[in-house]
């Protein structure tokens, strides 16, 4: 149900004109846990910065440079379409199902603000890579966060107190001290069905979508004018080196204009001092040793 409201969510408003009006691409992991072991579920989700419009053939960008959809308008529609998820659940499912009716269960959720953490786009690769891998293959706890206390037959768990934890400063660490049996408990309780997937692809991240545009996104992409400001910033990015996007006649800031120019093959020898070709010139006069050799 997670997964498919959080979906749900970002395809409804990415395909309204007034917010993007294409399909993006999500990548998503279902985590259950917190750093302490609690029953925390949530996800983390990769999402692409625009989205493709099949209709026109071209690549949305998101009318913000910071974020895809605004903030209100995720966490309203991600709402909205959670709880009427979960009535239609508890509807089929049948009252013996939940220990509370629907009504009472949500009397107050639709006067809290939820929250729908989005963080601002990113083009640099380690980053994307180091998220991905951070978070894909990750599980509930390590062994070096468990031990054992013989003395007092305890586990010792070791998590981050983000209770704690002051603006711009890492977490500090706490010890949770629990019995055997109520630590087996709470990693036991993060245990997945049989077949459960925790990585799941949407959108253009899918592949059955990816077939069906077949190469189409691709081709765009490296031949938008858009593109070439992206490329100019991420080689700005790796070389850590300003670049100019203004016109030097015009200071002119607007997108470039591709255009095709002809190859020239002596254009290289304009600035480079290549070797010639062939043996070493030499004034000397060759000896008749030398042309036998």
């Known amino acids: 149900m997670l997964f498919r409201t959080a979906w749900q969510t970002l395809y409804d408003l990415c395909a309204e004109s007034d ?6 691409g999500m990548t998503a992991v279902l985590h259950t846990w917190g750093s302490d072991l609690k029953h925390h579920v949530h996800l983390h989700c990769l999402v692409t910065f625009g989205g493709f419009d099949e209709s026109s053939g071209r690549w949305q960008w998101p009318k913000s440079k910071l974020k895809l959809v605004g903030y209100r308008a995720i966490r309203n529609r991600f709402r909205t379409n959670f709880l009427g998820a979960l ?32 963080q601002p786009p990113t083009m640099d690769a380690t980053v994307i890579n180091a998220y991905l891998s951070r978070y894909i293959c990750r599980i509930g706890i390590s062994d070096k966060r468990l031990e054992y206390d013989p003395i007092t037959q305890q586990v010792r768990l070791k998590y981050n107190d983000y209770r704690k934890q002051q603006s711009g400063q890492p977490p500090p660490t706490a010890i949770l001290r629990l019995p ?27 592949s059955n979508t990816r077939r069906r545009l077949a190469g189409q996104l691709k081709a765009y992409v490296k031949s938008a004018p858009s593109t070439v400001l992206v490329i100019l910033r991420l080689l700005k990015e790796m070389l850590k080196k300003s670049h100019q996007l203004a016109c030097r006649h015009c200071g002119s800031l607007g997108l470039p204009t591709i ?21 070493p010139k030499t004034t000397e006069p060759i000896t008749q040793k030398q042309q036998d050799a």
Not at 199 to 204: E, I, N, P, W
């Open 19 to 24: 917010h993007l009006g294409g399909l993006p």
């Open 87 to 118: 009535k239609r659940w508890m509807k089929a499912a049948g009252p013996d199902i939940y220990h509370q009716s629907y009504e009472v269960l949500t009397s107050d959720l639709l006067t809290k603000t939820w929250v729908v953490n989005q």
């Open 180 to 206: 055997p049996l109520v630590a087996m408990d709470k990693i036991l309780q993060h245990l997945l069905p049989p077949h459960f997937h925790r990585t799941r692809h949407y959108g253009l991240h899918a």
């Open 259 to 279: 255009a095709s120019i002809a190859p020239d093959h002596n254009f290289k020898y304009s600035f480079l001092q290549l070797p010639q070709r062939g043996p």
